[in-house]
């Protein structure tokens, strides 16, 4: 039987669990906020590895899968960690199916311009050709393109090969993201103003000793 002790012990710890769930809950609301279109402090590009982003929540039925990184997004941010979304109701591109290239899913890309496009004071098309800019501004490691099995890796040694393979980057100014001890993304911090790489602020990375980098059949 169980005594008042445990019982009283029992009810704090679920209190408190209900409390960091709230409170988690509160920071994501703080995090993302309806903004004014034009009013953040810098880009966050989203490098989706490919063999696991048509696994993600979002991904369409017709994604395919790709073999390398492809273009998640290139998200309005702020230095505090917060970022605006759904900042205007603006159509998106005519002809969405141009930027298929670096984002294979026509879904996500509507996802990305109502959500992100639309808090800048960029058309549509401005949006998606400084998306291909920044894409293309990258240089992905050659390890990485041509990795044929699957390989463990620290998120360390992700960022390095990154680093060595874009010697112009400032320190920090590249992110892993992991999830369930796998590669899901590599995020760059990039200016509002020309789109050059600055060190990340407010950005959090993976916290994994050891991530596995998966591989497509």
């Not at 590249?174 to 050059?196: H, M, Q, Y």
Request: aromatic content about 8%; hydrophobic content about 35%.
């Amino acid at each position: 039987m169980m005594d008042m002790g445990t019982n009283f012990l029992r009810r704090s710890m679920v209190f408190c669990l209900a409390v960091v769930g709230l409170l988690a809950m509160s920071a994501s609301a703080r995090a993302q906020q309806k903004g004014e279109p034009g009013k953040f402090d810098f880009y966050l590009m989203n490098l989706a590895w490919g063999p696991e982003f048509c696994s993600v929540p979002g991904a369409g039925a017709a994604c395919k899968t790709p073999r390398g990184f492809v273009l998640h997004g290139l998200w309005p941010q702020n230095y505090d960690g917060s970022y605006p979304v759904n900042c205007a109701e603006r159509p998106g591109p005519p002809r969405p199916e141009n930027n298929l290239d670096i984002t294979p899913d026509r879904p996500l890309l509507d996802h990305e311009w109502s959500k992100h496009g639309t808090c800048t004071t960029m058309s549509p098309e401005e949006f998606f050709s400084l998306e291909h800019q920044a894409f293309h501004s990258v240089r992905i490691p050659k390890k990485l393109r041509e990795l044929k099995h699957e390989e463990p890796m620290r998120p360390k040694d992700v960022v390095d090969l990154f680093a060595k393979a874009n010697p112009s980057f400032p320190q920090n100014s590249v992110v892993v993201s992991c999830e369930k001890g796998r590669l899901t993304a590599v995020e760059v911090c990039l200016a509002k103003i020309g789109l050059e790489p600055i060190s990340c602020q407010g950005i959090r990375g993976c916290d994994a000793q050891a991530i596995r980098i998966v591989v497509a059949p």
